[in-house]
């Protein structure tokens, strides 16, 4: 049986206000043709199906249409929720559905999808709180959640004819590396799991960190299938190709297959003048970029320039090289006329004063304010 485990689509994110839903289309039209070019038996998908609790109406049809295209290749598709996703609105007609396979009840974690001769678990995220009551746990927590579920796991059989289980989850695993489009998990301040937890299943699809990662032979994160933060610029992003044989006592046979990059994603840093002429940076001109300036000023109408070379430059700051940290401000705001105060702050931010335009635009916007306080 092969197995394409994938995670974290993530279907109607956007990145820095720029539209993903093209490249999005772009990672299901690769999904779809590996799933056939490889003759797939089975697509996981381990939780954040979408960004959102309430998805976009293109993110759900971007979904119905992956599902769909897998459907009509004869592709079995079993998906569990994640963090970001609603449980309930993602599993609504779980029941009904034909080959593809939705686990968001935490109560169905050990009711396995048996497709020929593999169990496919799937754990949705657990949220501590909501599981410890139902489940007795002894302590809230991701550990307690998770080492229940696998307990239970473990000690179910199958039938069927099913000799390997496979167990999807969405969690934090001890060791793992965060980038930082991923969102907090924590209880208590701990987020983590131990690898142990997962102990006696032949392969563990995991989602939840965006970065493709071998946590043991058969445990791993797939990632997600596009980068959704500037801390992902040196990730390669895909999925894992996974032979499981019945036959054999070893662990599964896994590939990594990389998915298409429509707009690669990248970080400059240096003084104006020089990212705008240097041809050392050419090979970013068509990046998503995020810009660290060092002048010693803060130069005028960076992004704008920036931009001229640079058209998709998204994020902008300012770390000056070479120059001692501003002295404190130790003058009093109190009793200040709004306008000065404004002043003060430009000239600090920037390193010299405002012109007689920004001056003109500072007055005008603190006269607004005053007229809105009173009327």
Request: hydrophobic share 45%; with cysteine; charged share 25%.
């Amino acid at each position: 049986m092969r197995v394409l485990h994938s995670s974290d689509w993530h279907l109607g994110r956007s990145f820095h206000r720029e539209s993903l839903l093209s490249a999005q289309a772009a990672f299901v039209d690769h999904l779809v043709e590996t799933a056939r070019a490889e003759r797939v038996d089975v697509v996981l998908v381990a939780g954040d199906v979408y960004d959102r609790a309430l998805p976009s109406v293109d993110a759900v049809a971007l979904c119905d249409e992956a599902l769909a295209r897998l459907k009509a290749l004869g592709v079995h598709t079993v998906l569990i929720s994640g963090n970001h996703d609603s449980a309930v609105r993602l599993g609504f007609g779980a029941d009904l559905m034909e080959l593809v396979h939705l686990r968001t009840d935490p109560a169905r974690a050990w009711d396995p999808v048996v497709i020929g001769d593999a169990a496919f678990y799937g754990i949705p995220y657990l949220e501590p709180e909501l599981v410890r009551g139902p489940w007795e746990l002894a302590e809230r927590s991701h550990t307690a959640a998770i080492s229940h579920a696998m307990d239970r796991i473990r000690a179910h059989r199958p039938g069927g004819g099913a000799r390997r289980k496979v167990v999807l989850a969405h969690a934090f695993v001890t060791g793992g590396e965060a980038s930082d489009s991923e969102r907090d998990i924590s209880v208590g301040g701990v987020a983590h799991v131990p690898l142990s937890a997962f102990a006696g299943a032949d392969y563990v699809a995991l989602g939840h960190l965006h970065g493709r990662q071998t946590m043991s032979e058969t445990i791993r994160y797939s990632g997600s299938p596009i980068a959704y933060s500037f801390s992902e610029a040196n990730h390669t992003k895909g999925s894992w190709l996974v032979d499981l044989d019945a036959g054999r006592e070893d662990a599964a046979q896994v590939a990594f297959v990389p998915a298409p990059v429509p707009r690669p994603v990248g970080r400059l840093r240096g003084r104006l003048d020089d990212l705008l002429s240097d041809e050392r940076f050419a090979d970013r001109e068509q990046h998503w970029l995020q810009v660290t300036l060092t002048d010693p000023v803060r130069p005028r109408e960076a992004m704008k320039r920036l931009r001229g070379r640079f058209p998709h430059a998204l994020a902008l700051s300012f770390e000056p090289d070479g120059t001692a940290a501003p002295p404190a401000r130790s003058a009093r705001i109190a009793g200040r006329a709004e306008f000065d105060v404004a002043l003060d702050f430009v000239r600090g931010v920037r390193g010299e004063p405002a012109d007689e335009d920004e001056r003109r635009l500072l007055a005008e916007a603190v006269e607004a304010c005053r007229i809105k306080e009173v009327s």
